[in-house]
Every structure is written in C-alpha cells, then in structure tokens.
C-alpha cells in the first residue's frame, strides 16, 4: 500500500475496484466503512454486489475482464474535461504525450459498449475521483488475476497520476495484499527477478553487495515464476520442487494442469502445518508450527513490520520454518549459525534498506512502517512524497483487449471466482473449526435469479459446471449479488474443486493466471 490502514479515515473519495474487502479484509472493510460514516464517497467497481455496495454512493457494475477499457474512459473524461493536475503531471511525470495518443480513443460511448457502464456514471465516477481533495484507489486480485492483469495496474497507476492522488497523506494507490506476510515475503526476495529490499538480480553492484555479505556467489539470471516452474515439471526440466505453506494442488487455476506437473515431479518436499491435497503428493512432508508456536515478524500490506511472539510450545516434532530451513542449508554444508529470529532479522536489517532502521527493540511495542533507513527514523505512513522512486512517474500507453475466454454458445457463462467471509484459501485451516463448518460446509455457487428460472434451478439445486478443462457439480445459491450471465463460486472446498474449471490464460508479464474470468456452461444434476 502506498498509503496506511488508518488513512482511509480522513480521505474524501474512496473507489474500491477488484476488491471483496468486508469479506477478505475485513480489517481495511471495517476502515473503510467508518469512513464513509465521517463523510467519504464510497465507489465500488465490480461485477458482483459484495457486501460493500450497501455503504456506497455508486456501484459500478462492469462486465468481468473490462477493467482497462473503464479506467482508460476515466482518464479520458479527466483529460478532456479540464480535470487533471497539470502541476502534478508536469513536475512528477513523463512521457504523458504518447499515452494521450493511445488514450484518446477511449471515448465514453466506445467504453460503455466494452464495458455496459452508462456514459452517465462514467463521467460521475471521473468528475467525484478527480475533484477529491483526498482520494483513495484499493485493489485486489480482481484487478491482478487477469490475463491483463499487468495492464490493469499501469491504468490504474496512469489514472492516479493524472489526477496527482498519490504521494500525500490519505491520497494513492493501495495493492490489498492476498495473505498475511505476502508484503514481507515479497520483501525477502520472494519473487525470481529481485534479492531482498527489490535489488534487481541483473544488477551486478547489488549482486556483489548481496554475496558479500552472505560470503557465497549468487546467479545472475532471472529465475521462474510459479506457473513457469509447473511448465518446466511437465517439460521434464524441473526434477524437485520445495513447497511452503502452500496448497496448490487445491489453490492454484487450472488444478488438473497442477496436478499433473506437481505428479511429474521426481521429488516433493512440503513444508506445512496440516496435511494438504498437495502434503498427500509429497515424497517428503516436513511439520511446520503454526504462528502461535514461533518468535519472528510479519510485515503487512500497509508495509508495517511487527513481532510475532510464541504463545505455546512447540507440539510434537514441528519445528519453526526458520530451523528447518537452516537444518537443509547445514545438510548442503552451509555454515549457518542462528540461533534465534531476531539474529536473522539483523542481517535483514544490516542488508535490505527498507530495513535499516528497524530492530526488534523499536517494535516490541508497536510496528514501523518502511521504508525506514536509519535507527532514527520513524517510519514512512505513506509513500512517493515529493516524488517517486525511480525519479518520474512514467505514463504507459493501455490498450484493452479481450480476456483469454468469453462466454459463447457452447460456453453461455462468465464464471468469477474468490472468497468467502468464513473461510480462508483452501480451507486447510478454517474447515478444522467447527464453528465455521456449522456455517458453511460445502460449495454454492452464486446464479442470478433470471438465470436460474432460464434453466429450471432452484434453491440448493445440484448443478454441474463445465468449463474447457472440467467438470465440478456445486449447489447453487439464487441471488442478485451476481449479475445475468455471471456465476461466482469460491475456492474453499476440495470437494468441489472449482479450479478444475478456472482459465490457464496467464498475463504475459507476471504469468498470474486467469482466474477471474473463466466461460463455462451449467446444467441441472438429478439427485
């Protein structure tokens, strides 16, 4: 987040686009909803009326997969209608020339037939976002799981400095983060182009500063992404794989495509807490504690680092990640001698400069925002003051194109996926509560009531959905939240494996797949 949590309560305008926040995070749903009791405009762009439409002056109901059609239309209606910050854009930003050329065709008629967004909330959405003294972008993974996922973000990013909401208190652009230490990760090098502190791996002075200071040489290219590594396993290229405190088998799109990658492995370590889909694939299954178990830090969306502390005792041969970890390296003769989080924690420190500020003695109390250079400083709420990173904010010409699929006759449905309130990701976890299983226990699907009467569902009808890699039979649940054409299901439930039917479409830059528009097709199931 470019922003902080607490932020959100003295902005003007808050749009939320991509984003089920009330149910995936509540926290920032709950920020937001005591804003919009102060006085803030609440914009919620989305195909479905998740539960925040009910605090908003405008839903924005656009067709799945149409997002860089709708924000290149507000840039323009911005643009042309006076609206910009000239000032922002001439200090701050660059190359804004070429991308009012490519932008320029993106009139709001031509928008509202991509996207079936009225000319007329259009130029609402534009004339409320870009008069805001204080504005407010969130996002989540309804803008990244795209095939254009990438070209999501640069839209997003090309509207906030159009309109100069970015770079003060309660004004920019805010990534929500899909799990709780995604942020730190992300930090920790956690991504194949980047070491620690987002040091590029081609950039031979931060290599050499990095193997330094870990006294061993490291590679000079670009490692795999995710996707690209299941590709290599079923290439035959890739033998092993090391999995943490992950559930792809159950996770990740395309899960008959997983599976079988993850089957053509020679060797599967998983390292977790609980026996997963993917743990019962692995030739080797390594206890791991839960978080109440370890000592350490977690660093969150709004970029805040603070200590985790260990409530109770390891149980039975679990060990902290750190400890297994650091028993492989000595197996490889590394010399690794920590003895506790906090000695790692200071070599972080010592070698990350988003870091160097932080010890666990100013946090023991309260977390420190990044980034946060010297041991005298006191964090950074929000970021790009006075300017951005990399000098000037760069304009990047969008062009919309067509998601990877598209309902058709054969395939009459958009499926969307994401989560619910009372379940987490897979539901390795929250399924062993009791409690919320008594709540929700199996899969139901979301149809609009004018769909169902269409095909003769009912209520807790059986269905079976098939999309062009399977078939999975759900429930079904009759509302309005999802729009004609729209189904929406969770992935919560290996019973009904719905990422068997998610796309294998991925954006060509990151490789996300794309799990947010899928064509499929229904049919009622006998009971």
């Not at 989080?341 to 070698?351: A, G, M, S, T």
């Not at 095909?455 to 649940?477: A, D, F, I, M």
Request: aromatic letters at 8%.
């Amino acid at each position: 987040m470019s922003n902080s949590y607490n932020e959100i309560l003295n902005t003007d305008v808050i749009i939320v686009t991509g984003a089920n926040t009330t149910e995936a995070h509540p926290v920032i749903g709950y920020r937001i909803k005591q804003a919009v009791k102060k006085g803030a405009t609440l914009i919620v762009i989305d195909p479905r009326k998740i539960p925040l439409t009910n605090y908003a002056s405008k839903w924005i109901a656009l067709k799945p997969g149409t997002n860089i059609a709708f924000f290149n239309g507000l840039a323009n209606i911005i643009y042309q209608q006076g609206w910009w910050n000239q000032s922002f854009v001439e200090q701050y930003t660059e190359d804004i020339e070429k991308w009012l050329e490519s932008n320029q065709y993106y009139t709001p008629e031509r928008v509202e037939e991509i996207t079936g967004v009225t000319c007329e909330d259009l130029y609402y959405v534009a004339r409320v976002y870009a008069n805001a003294n204080n504005a407010m972008i969130l996002y989540a993974m309804g803008i990244t799981q795209h095939s254009s996922g990438t070209d999501n973000v640069l839209s997003l990013a090309n509207l906030t400095m159009l309109t100069g909401h970015i770079g003060r208190e309660s004004t920019g652009l805010n990534p929500l983060r899909g799990q709780n230490n995604v942020q730190g990760a992300c930090d920790m090098g956690g991504l194949p182009n980047v070491l620690p502190g987002y040091a590029s791996i081609n950039d031979d002075s931060q290599r050499r500063r990095f193997s330094e200071g870990w006294s061993t040489p490291l590679p000079d290219s670009t490692g795999l992404t995710l996707t690209e590594m299941y590709d290599e396993a079923l290439n035959g290229n890739l033998k092993a794989m090391y999995i943490m405190g992950e559930n792809p088998a159950v996770a990740d799109p395309d899960s008959t495509f997983i599976r079988d990658a993850i089957g053509s492995l020679q060797f599967l370590i998983v390292q977790d807490i609980f026996m997963t889909e993917t743990a019962q694939q692995a030739n080797v299954v390594l206890p791991a504690v839960t978080f109440v178990e370890k000592n350490g830090t977690v660093t969150n969306t709004e970029r805040c680092v603070q200590r985790v502390r260990q409530g109770i005792q390891p149980i039975g041969q679990a060990k902290a990640d750190w400890e297994i970890i650091q028993l492989m390296a000595r197996r490889f003769h590394a010399q690794w001698k920590f003895t506790d989080p906090e000695e790692i924690f200071e070599e972080i420190r010592l070698l990350v400069p988003q870091y160097h500020g932080i010890r666990y003695d100013r946090i023991n109390q309260q977390g420190i925002q990044w980034p946060c250079p010297t041991l005298e400083h006191a964090g950074t709420p929000y970021l790009h003051k006075g300017g951005f990173a990399r000098g000037k904010g760069r304009f990047t010409p969008i062009d919309y194109r067509v998601s990877g699929e598209t309902a058709d006759e054969e395939y009459p449905f958009i499926l969307t996926t994401g989560r619910n309130l009372y379940h987490w990701h897979t539901g390795s976890m929250s399924r062993k509560v009791q409690g919320l299983e008594h709540i929700l226990s199996e899969e139901h699907m979301q149809i609009h009531p004018e769909d169902a009467i269409l095909y003769n569902l009912q209520e807790n009808s059986k269905v079976q959905v098939t999309s062009r890699r399977g078939s999975v039979v759900t429930n079904l649940e009759i509302t309005d939240m999802v729009p004609r054409g729209t189904l929406f299901m969770t992935f919560h439930f290996s019973e009904t494996l719905t990422n068997t039917l998610t796309s294998s479409h991925r954006d060509p830059v990151s490789k996300i797949p794309e799990a947010k528009v899928t064509a499929v097709n229904i049919k009622k199931v006998s009971i």
